[in-house]
């Protein structure tokens, strides 16, 4: 799976982008594990109404599917144009 | 239609796009909205972070709607990223119809939906301090209206 | 506010109108208008005739109005008179504030008002034919959403 | 009174802009004395659905009021923008 972050989620998690090893599961189980890899992801996923989710480039909410293949992104609201 | 969607550090001449767009005589109404850096006491920087890939697809996505809804000739959307001052664009929308109507609408969702949908961040740099700019609830509200 | 309103035979650099209103940073949207000929099988030529003086008075007029209406930073209008081949721009609206929708809400006003009240008239040339154009019931009825 | 004529009316009537000599009374009464004067004046004038009319550089109705020293202009419904 390759995981994406942005703006202050990046900043925060400390990279832009990694790979893992991941069973299927949805984005609520994905982040829970997250949190537990280190104070960096706690701190980043630690308010979940500030964290947005794209699946494959698409926005997606929390109960959203993942597999192996998939590209998941997090962010914060957007705030373009 | 002609669609033009680009996301690039560069400005761009807004005449140039217009003619782009219109110059061929087959569209009698043209709606541009351009979005500025807005100069504040201590600001000195935005600097606009995205998601690449994804922003053009979103923004496409939003461009399919708009034609669906409305009868339109052409769509540019510039987005610039990377550092900007103050007084600078930050953003082209521009819309070519038969129907001056149609162009402004078209011109309004896309603007409503690119601040809400489209993977931009904007960071300002004031004096040493960096910080984040927050999402606007007034966008989500602006942006509800088109909803059917 | 800024206001700049223009009776010209020349065309008009878009880019450059929309830099004057908005490079200083005071405004942060920009929403613009151009009306286009549009291209038809056999008109070679539109020609626009004015009053002068009463045009600009009178734009001038519509232009207070949408400053009531709505918190604006710039308004710049440039029309173009004398003849005019299919693809070349007629008229530029283009309205800067710190608040999109009323740059764009001033923006459709202000051309709605314009094809109704500011005293312009269409000459159409088609082979050696010429005949004036018809005012439309619907830019009445356009006119007509803003009076409260 | 100084009189401007506009588009097809100006057309019809022959010229663009003329001085007259008239008493004051209003808009409807003056496109009356036109008429009289000659059948370009009538044909311009056949149809008064058609005419629109600005004293002074303002758009006004037929029952505006004029006098000598105002600035009437004759003219069809705009087609700017």
């Known amino acids: ?81 | 239609m002609k669609i033009s969607i680009r996301i690039q550090r560069e400005d761009f001449d807004l005449n140039r796009e217009v003619t782009m767009l219109a110059g061929d005589g087959e569209s009698g109404a043209v709606a541009s909205f351009t979005g500025h850096v807005r100069k504040e006491e201590d600001l000195s920087t935005l600097t606009l972070e995205h998601y690449p890939h994804m922003t053009e697809a979103e923004i496409a996505r939003l461009v399919g709607e708009a034609g669906i809804r409305w009868e339109l000739t052409g769509v540019t959307i510039v987005h610039r990223v990377g550092p900007l001052k103050p007084g600078e664009r930050i953003v082209l929308v521009a819309i070519a119809s038969q129907h001056r109507h149609a162009a402004f609408a078209a011109c309004e969702f896309l603007m409503d939906y690119l601040k809400t949908h489209a993977p931009f961040w904007k960071e300002e740099t004031r004096g040493s301090e960096h910080h984040w700019v927050e999402h606007r609830a007034s966008d989500d509200e602006a942006a509800k209206r088109w909803q059917k």
Do not use: C
């Not at chain 1, 972050?5 to 893992?20: D, I, P, T």
């Not at chain 1, 926005?59 to 998939?70: E, F, R, S």
């Open chain 1, 1 to 81: 799976m390759t995981l994406l972050y942005f703006a202050w989620v990046r900043q925060k998690v400390g990279k832009g982008e990694e790979q893992m090893a991941l069973p299927a599961g949805d984005i609520a189980g994905l982040i829970a594990h997250l949190k537990s890899l280190g104070p960096n992801y706690a701190e980043a996923f630690a308010d979940l109404s500030r964290i947005r989710v794209a699946v494959n480039q698409h926005h997606a909410g929390l109960d959203a599917k993942v597999g192996a293949n998939d590209e998941v992104a997090f962010f914060p609201p957007v705030t373009g144009g």
